[in-house]
């Protein structure tokens, strides 16, 4: 109810004073373009439709078994009834450490388990229009996120023309926060990730409905100009921040706890400190139905 009540407080709100909302940093509604698909065609998609993850699209592969607050493990992502499922769950116990010999990965400790598919090494795409539909993970100090990157990202010449972290959506404010309220936010970075990392934002923006229980779609269109954020096909933002990146960038699936060093002590850009007591809905899902990539006809 006082979802509901809020959401049309923010109707009220961003017709009579947008700049209002935007000052308040409070969640905004999608009221830009609406998206035109005639414009594309279909080149690449997972519906997830089999029983196991599709290893010639998809790789758990990453830099680190420690991500932030928690680890990242594969045995945590699985497909099942039509989904993609990346599950976060608290473990007494390490779960297998499986990177062998190699020093500068951190083996598994107690603590929180999540997961993420990439497919870094077997689809990269430049420019076009990229969508997942999702069910959010229901809980408190972490983040879901359909995001693209490449190794240009980590160069510091002070532009992003040569690779640009796409943030399509971040799951960051679950709706028991009181400034969250179902919103999820897009955005950018480039220059790395030191002093020097640049990057923007479209701000936070209200999912009608429940997107903890509901599927949505997320999506951003990339032309020659412009990054073009949606929400069920209803434009968020836009940004053409230190230039639109020219080169392919890879695909990433994601859920992240807040913390560092592998210990969830963290608030995250407003997430609020994670617990993983019977009343959090421990353990929690991120259900991904499709993920669908277009290319300009």
């Known amino acids: 109810m006082l979802n509901k009540i809020m959401y049309w407080i923010l109707v009220v709100l961003t017709a009579v004073s947008p700049s209002l909302v935007q ?140 690779g640009t972290e796409v943030d399509v959506y971040e799951s960051m404010y679950y709706k028991d926060h009181w400034c969250g309220l179902n919103a999820v936010i897009g955005g950018i970075h480039f220059d790395g990730y030191g002093e020097r990392s640049q990057g923007d934002s479209t701000g936070k923006y209200f999912v009608k409905g429940d997107p903890y229980k509901e599927y949505n779609t997320y999506g951003v269109e990339w032309n020659e100009n412009e990054y073009i954020f949606y929400i069920n096909g209803i434009e968020t933002g836009r940004t053409s921040k230190g230039g639109v990146s020219d080169n392919p960038q890879y695909l990433l699936l994601s859920v992240e706890i807040a913390g560092h060093d592998g210990i969830a002590d963290a608030d995250r850009h407003g997430t609020g400190k994670i617990t993983h007591t019977p009343k959090g809905n421990w353990p929690v899902e991120y259900r991904v139905d499709y993920v669908r990539c277009y290319q300009y006809k």
Not at 80 to 90: P, Q, T
Not at 103 to 112: A, E, L, M, R, T
């Open 23 to 162: 000052f308040l940093n409070l969640p905004q509604i999608p009221r830009g373009q609406t998206l035109d698909m005639s414009k594309f065609e279909l080149v690449w998609n997972d519906e997830f439709d089999g029983d196991k993850l599709d290893t010639t699209k998809w790789g758990y592969e990453w830099w680190v078994t420690e991500r932030k607050g928690g680890y990242w493990h594969e045995d945590m992502v699985t497909v099942e009834n039509g989904d993609l499922v990346i599950r976060a769950e608290y473990k007494d116990e390490p779960m297998d450490f499986r990177y062998g010999d190699i020093d500068w990965v951190k083996p598994y400790k107690s603590g929180y388990y999540t997961g993420l598919i990439t497919s870094r090494d077997k689809y990269e795409q430049c420019r076009g229009y990229f969508e997942c539909r999702c069910i959010l993970p229901a809980g408190t100090g972490l983040w879901s996120s359909f995001w693209m990157m490449n190794e240009g990202v980590f160069n510091v010449d002070g532009f992003g023309d040569d």
